[in-house]
């Protein structure tokens, strides 16, 4: 299996898809294999399929969404509803009216927008040209999410709470991991990252999709983050601190598994739910990849259900309208787990417009549209030995004879001929209530530990030995519930490195060199920082924060746990995830989220320490009120308009306080209020960096283009003026002056590049 190559995310370049739109005129735009084969499942009613057919053949509109996790969300809501939408109201392109965005009806909050205009009109009428520069910059910065709208339906039926310790099975590219991770962080404000207790995993099989995860998740720093680089269906079991008063203790035998509240399996699927973006699937599809990846999608939703917390639920979902992929998935984790049932959410997002599940449906065993074989027995019949053992085809592709009373109406069918979207299927599990199940207790330990076959090569074989048993660490609250994995061949045994959590150390340490269980895997270690570090100490005393900063959960990437350079910050539970497992077994591409860096000074100098912009909201509760800076609006603009002001430049009362102020990492303020040109909504706090004669803002160029456009219509960054010319920049503190501050991030990246949403699990075989 190869992942499609279209290209994502920044990424320059044209995509296959994007080429056959060119070449594929809508009149080519057929597929008889297709046309025969749903024809075939009677998923859409007769009198609908030429709607739909014809549906498929136009492009998908834009669509988007604003950052549900910060007040700033309403503020920017009331700039598309107030501003651009009045302004693209009238909008005549080449003879044709050109209409406004409007709101997707059944998003929350009316949060979510689609518009639907060619490239052209985007890149030369001047409105909608501005529009685009808008919702560019606002993406960059993690404000706005370029996403189809049918994406952004299974984080919303996964209800997640901040508490919730939650997964997302295959994660990439990561526009659901950020809806989930709004939802981890509603508490937080206009100017303050929370620190949530519960957390998010974000998992990919495959590395390079997992390292996009990364990047994504600096749009939202969360201190409740990981990514692992993981298969999905064979998850490893991770573990928590036992603690003395874990009521599973003695019943089970792994009492502090890691379980999880919600788990996403947005699976890898065929993806023909994509044709109005992916027009190359008219010509190559074919059903046969429906039928090969059955195997893989069962087995990650029956490992889902295993990871689950007793009051948990899972949602799965696919972009392909292939009964084989979605109907049969839930039919055969249904039966091999009688504890689990459909959850009947008609009555969620009433405005979305959905089909029931189907619990009749015909696979094909050929490309040829073979749907002649009504069970699984038939089929098996007319082969040989041979053939049976070659076959890609199993029992579970066909309906199950009980398919009536599992409920498979309460899955949700979406079809892009109802409102304009793309094809989709979504389906939610919980366990049955207590009371309600009949299942004895053996039958439900012979469910847990049915047996799911999966290929030799498949199989993670790991080299146990070398690793001590782990001391147990401070006490932490228990999951309810656990599974005995000890017998499953889907669960690994845990790897525990020897973890010493005394009172006066946070540290994770190694007695000797352990035998790491996956030797391969190249990223850095992650080490738990003393709190009476030095270095930590002085980050702290130079920075200002106060007590209640955790230092406990500072984290260094490094072997020797030594605080070279970055500092991250994690809560409690990815802290304990950490110290209770081997983190070459979890694959773990990153935890928590940095905050502050370290630059060196001169020889005899002391290092300097600074916040990072995108680190700010998350420390930004732990600074002393009293050393935050105060400016006015007029501040605000010269800081926006030129790279390093002289502090000579600036207006008293601002022009004394920063004289004032040593080099170094500030933090200023400018209240919430209005001025002749704009208006704050909310206090605005920034990063500021002070060398002996001038200032500047230590953020993002895009992040400085954002906030330009949202506060004044216009990027009028040095930046912007200089046509996207490099400014000069060095990325540590000048060995003999403080006049050169270190660096403010990357250049913009091609604005049509960027717009491109995320894509989903779409597979090629």
């Known amino acids: 299996m190869t992942r499609s190559k279209k290209q994502r995310g920044g990424r320059a370049g044209k995509s296959r898809d994007d080429d056959d739109r060119g070449m594929l005129e809508k009149s080519d735009m057929k597929n008889e294999r297709f046309?025969?084969?749903?024809?075939?499942?009677?998923?859409?009613?007769?009198e609908e399929w030429d709607q739909f057919m014809e549906a498929l053949r136009r492009p998908l509109p834009t669509t988007f969404r604003i950052a549900g996790s910060r007040e700033i969300t309403h503020a920017l809501n009331d700039a598309i509803k107030k501003t651009y939408v009045p302004l693209l109201s009238d909008v005549i392109f080449e003879g044709d009216v050109v209409p406004p965005p409007s709101r997707i009806p059944w998003y929350p909050e009316d949060l979510a927008w689609q518009f639907n205009v060619s490239k052209k009109v985007l890149r030369k009428q001047q409105a909608f040209k501005k529009f685009h520069s808008f919702l560019v910059h606002e993406t960059e910065v993690g404000n706005i999410s370029r996403q189809e709208a049918v994406s952004m339906l299974p984080p919303l039926f996964l209800d997640v709470?901040?508490?919730?310790?939650?997964?997302?099975?295959?994660?990439?590219?990561?526009?659901?991991?950020?809806?989930?991770?709004e939802a981890l962080h509603s508490q937080d404000t206009a100017t303050a990252t929370s620190i949530p207790p519960g957390l998010l995993i974000a998992n990919d099989s495959d590395s390079k999709r997992a390292h996009l995860l990364v990047h994504q998740s600096a749009r939202l720093p969360s201190p409740a983050f990981m990514v692992t680089n993981l298969d999905a269906s064979i998850f490893p079991v991770?573990?928590?601190?036992?603690?003395?008063?874990?009521?599973?203790?003695?019943?089970?035998?792994s009492p502090n598994q890691l379980l999880f509240d919600r788990i996403l399996c947005d699976v890898p699927c065929s993806g023909d739910g994509t044709l109005r973006k992916n027009i190359g699937i008219w010509k190559r599809w074919q059903p046969m990849d429906g039928n090969g990846l059955h195997s893989l999608q069962t087995r990650i939703l029956q490992r889902a259900m295993r990871m689950l917390e007793l009051d948990g639920r899972i949602v799965y979902s696919t972009c392909s309208l292939n009964p084989v992929e979605n109907e049969a998935i839930i039919a055969a984790a249904l039966n091999s787990n009688p504890e689990f049932q459909l959850i009947d959410v008609s009555a969620q997002l009433p405005q979305l417009v959905r089909r029931p599940g189907t619990s009749s449906w015909a696979p094909t065993v050929n490309r040829t549209i073979n749907t002649t074989f009504k069970t699984w027995d038939a089929y098996n019949e007319t082969l040989?030995?041979?053939?049976?053992?070659?076959?890609?085809?199993?029992?579970?592709?066909?309906?199950?004879?009980?398919?009536?009373?599992?409920?498979?109406?309460?899955?949700?069918?979406?079809?892009?001929?109802?409102?304009?979207?793309?094809?989709?299927?979504?389906?939610?599990?919980?366990?049955?209530?207590?009371?309600?199940s009949h299942i004895n207790v053996a039958a439900k330990r012979d469910a847990e530990e049915a047996e799911i076959n999966i290929p030799e090569a498949k199989k993670?074989?790991?080299?146990?030995?070398?690793?001590?048993?782990?001391?147990?660490?401070?006490?932490?609250?228990?999951?309810?519930?656990?599974?005995?994995?000890?017998?499953r061949p889907l669960v690994l045994d845990t790897v525990e490195a020897d973890v010493q959590v005394a009172s006066d150390t946070k540290k994770a340490t190694f007695k000797g060199k352990p035998k790491l269980s996956d030797p391969s895997f190249k990223e850095m270690p992650y080490t738990f920082l003393e709190p009476n570090d030095p270095t930590l100490l002085s980050c702290i005393d130079q920075l200002n924060l106060t007590a209640s900063f955790p230092s406990s959960n500072v984290l260094v990437r490094n072997p020797e746990g030594d605080a070279v350079r970055s500092f991250y910050l994690t809560n409690e539970l990815v802290k304990a995830v950490i110290l209770n497992n081997d983190y070459t077994r979890m694959r773990l591409m990153t935890s928590g989220t940095k905050v502050i860096t370290k630059q060196e000074a001169g020889r005899g100098l002391e290092a300097q320490f600074r916040v990072l912009g995108e680190g700010l909201p998350v420390v930004l509760p732990y600074i002393d009120p009293s050393v935050i800076l105060d400016a006015e609006f007029a501040t605000l603009?010269?800081?926006?308009?030129?790279?390093?002001?002289?502090?000579?430049?600036?207006?008293d009362p601002f022009r004394s306080v920063i004289e004032n102020r040593s080099p170094g990492s500030h933090i200023v303020r400018f209240p919430a209020g209005q001025s002749n040109d704009s208006t704050?909504?909310?206090?605005?706090?920034?990063?500021?960096?002070?060398?002996?004669?001038?200032?500047?803002?230590?953020?993002?160029?895009?992040?400085?283009?954002a906030l330009s456009l949202r506060l004044f219509g216009e990027d009028i960054t040095t930046a912007a003026r200089d046509g996207g010319k490099k400014a000069p920049q060095t990325s540590q503190l000048p060995q003999n002056s403080g006049d050169v501050a270190p660096d403010e991030g990357a250049d913009n990246e091609d604005e049509d590049a960027i717009l491109e949403d995320e894509g989903d699990n779409k597979i090629e075989l």
Request: proline fraction near 9%; charge should be positive; charged fraction near 25%.
């Open 35 to 46: 046309s025969s084969y749903y024809k075939a499942q009677r998923i859409i009613p007769e």
């Open 161 to 181: 709470q901040p508490h919730h310790k939650v997964v997302d099975m295959c994660a990439a590219p990561g526009s659901k991991t950020a809806q989930l991770l």
């Open 238 to 253: 991770l573990r928590l601190p036992v603690t003395t008063t874990d009521p599973r203790r003695g019943v089970k035998k």
């Open 384 to 436: 040989t030995e041979e053939q049976q053992a070659d076959s890609k085809m199993s029992e579970t592709h066909w309906p199950p004879i009980n398919a009536e009373s599992l409920q498979l109406r309460h899955c949700m069918r979406i079809y892009p001929h109802l409102q304009d979207m793309g094809g989709f299927f979504v389906a939610v599990l919980e366990r049955k209530p207590r009371q309600s």
């Open 460 to 487: 993670v074989k790991l080299d146990l030995g070398g690793l001590p048993e782990p001391q147990q660490s401070a006490s932490f609250p228990p999951t309810p519930k656990s599974e005995d994995d000890s017998s």
């Open 637 to 651: 603009k010269t800081l926006l308009m030129t790279y390093y002001p002289l502090c000579t430049s600036f207006s």
């Open 680 to 705: 704050l909504s909310h206090d605005l706090l920034l990063p500021l960096w002070k060398s002996n004669v001038s200032v500047t803002f230590m953020i993002d160029k895009k992040a400085k283009s």
